[in-house]
């Protein structure tokens, strides 16, 4: 059965740009549209100023506006129709709920370095793979 909507989730890092160089090019072969997540984390709790807070803010805003500018424009070079979406909150519950919701039939993402936290907790590739209920590729 072919792909019809493959949810790729992007954050800039170099995990997640093979991830999303290896959606785009399933969504080519096979049709799909591109489903790119982008989650937006909390900010920092150590801003000690609003002024602080609001600088943060504005360069959060302004690196999710360039990186999904950026999928947008390569998917269009590639001729794969995608739909960019940003949302805030916890990375693995949204790609879980995100793919759920939008009925993507393949989940896209990189895996993460050897952190501490990955191997105490789960990294989101873990949890995502666990809990999503379509398939899932992992990409290195």
């Known amino acids: ?16 740009e093979r991830a999303f160089e ?12 591109l489903l790119a997540l982008a989650v937006e984390g909390p900010l920092p709790a150590y801003a000690a100023t609003v002024g602080e807070v609001d600088e943060v803010k504005r ?9 999904l500018a950026a999928v947008r424009a390569r998917a269009d070079e ?6 960019v979406e ?6 693995a ?10 009925g993507a039939d393949l989940v896209v993402l990189g895996q993460r370095g050897h952190l501490l936290r990955d191997r105490m907790l789960g990294s989101t590739a873990d949890r995502v793979a666990h ?8 990409v290195r």
């Open 86 to 91: 940003l949302r805030p909150g916890h990375a």
């Open 1 to 16: 059965m072919p792909f019809s909507r493959i949810l790729v989730a992007v954050d800039g890092s170099d995990c997640s």
């Open 59 to 67: 360069e959060k805003d302004a690196f999710f506006e360039r990186l």
């Open 93 to 102: 519950e949204l790609i879980v709920r995100h793919a759920r919701e939008r």
């Open 131 to 138: 809990h999503a209920e379509c398939p899932v590729m992992i």
């Open 22 to 33: 290896k959606g785009l090019e399933l969504a080519g072969l096979t049709g799909a549209t």
């Open 78 to 83: 590639a001729g794969v129709p995608v739909e």
